[in-house]
């Protein structure tokens, strides 16, 4: 399943755009990282894209479909979102927090099912947090709550994966962890468009690349092309040089180093 943007535009004040003309393309299994400064407008293309703003320009396009066509209910059959942040409000248990991620699978008024609970349990699995499963969302820590609300996109059983920064609040082990597992996904077909702070992060994982600044896409292709150092000076404003690491299997990794003065 496909996920195509047309020239999406969104703005508090029509004269005052956050995002303008956006356009973009995610296959099947294609992961993109969507990579900018703060206030960018990365958190506000991932709400525009999955119809919690409303655009005022452009289209999504969903498997040949304009989502503004859809219900919610079959929109999250279609595409799960992981916040950027969220603040719980009530102290459910974690596996209730996942199993909210199968409310687009359950009938009105009616229980979650055998399956509902088995596809909670999987996701938490698949991502080493099964020994959660029991205990108040509230009580545990940021980056298990970022763990969580993964599992949760992942119970809806999505065909595309939204992520605002998933792998904030994780420590350097959760990360690289939870990129192998994206990169997994991908492999079985999911379509995945996250965006991050993080350069290596996206030469990672590979696929395609997205740079915004100031609201509009300043270059996009694959990751090679589009993470280069005039380019990440251009959105960051610091001189990065970018590197080959030769790993243990002799294979060469590209990094970024900062050059400090």
Known sequence: ???EIRNLSF????DQPIIEGISMKVERGEI???LGP???GKTTLFKTILGLYKAYQGQVIVNGKDVSNSSRRELAKQMGYVPQNHAPSFPYSVVDVVLMGRTAHINNYASPSELDYRVAKEAMENLN????ADKRYTEISGGER???LIARALAQEPKILVMDEPT???DYGNQIRLLNHIKRLAGQGLSIIMSTHHPDHALFCGGKAIMLKDG???CSGSVDEVITEDNLKNIYGIDVEIANAQIKNGKLHKICIPVVA
């Open 146 to 148: 970022q763990l969580v």
């Open 216 to 218: 509009q896409i300043l």
């Open 129 to 132: 947090i099964l020994y959660l």
């Open 38 to 40: 703060n206030g960018a």
């Open 11 to 14: 703005a508090y004040k029509k």
């Open 1 to 3: 399943m496909s996920l």
């Open 32 to 34: 993109v990282s969507v």
């Open 168 to 170: 904030s609040n994780l």
